[in-house]
């Protein structure tokens, strides 16, 4: 996994709106910004899991369309009842492809060496 996204991923889910710091969030955006296209299989797997509890001012949608760029659906942990945007953020990445409902980790398909699925 290259640094830039092992680092990003080292510092957890994106915070929420409401108590999240504005440095935080900003230094959270730069990190996304830095982050080379495509990713691998595997980065996106890991990005996967840093979705917090709401859409962190727009940089939820940013990590789902840098989970779109990896070459196959990735599995995303089932948010919370109460996730509200990162519930509708999961659901629009399983209806469009780059997440997958209910496949684990260890999914057939998804290999890192095809396209994107149309």
């Known amino acids: 996994m290259r640094p830039e996204v092992s680092?990003?991923?080292a510092d957890g889910p994106l915070p929420?709106?409401?108590t999240g710091e504005e440095e935080e969030t900003d230094r959270r955006a730069r990190q996304l910004e830095a982050m080379a296209r495509p990713l691998?299989?595997?980065?996106?797997?890991?990005l996967a899991g840093c979705f917090?509890?709401?859409?962190?001012?727009?940089?939820?949608w940013t990590?789902?369309?840098?989970?779109?760029?990896a070459p196959g659906p990735v599995?995303?942990?089932?948010p919370a009842s109460e996730a509200g945007a990162h519930a509708r953020i999961r659901g629009w990445a399983v209806a469009a492809g780059p997440a997958a409902e209910g496949a684990g980790p260890g999914a057939p398909g998804g290999e890192d060496t095809g396209g994107f699925p149309a």
Request: aromatic share 4%; hydrophobic share 35%.
């Open 7 to 9: 680092a990003f991923v």
């Open 40 to 46: 691998s299989l595997a980065e996106a797997q890991a």
């Open 63 to 69: 990590t789902a369309h840098l989970i779109e760029t």
């Open 52 to 60: 917090g509890p709401d859409d962190c001012h727009g940089l939820a």
């Open 75 to 78: 599995h995303t942990p089932e």
């Open 16 to 18: 929420d709106e409401e």
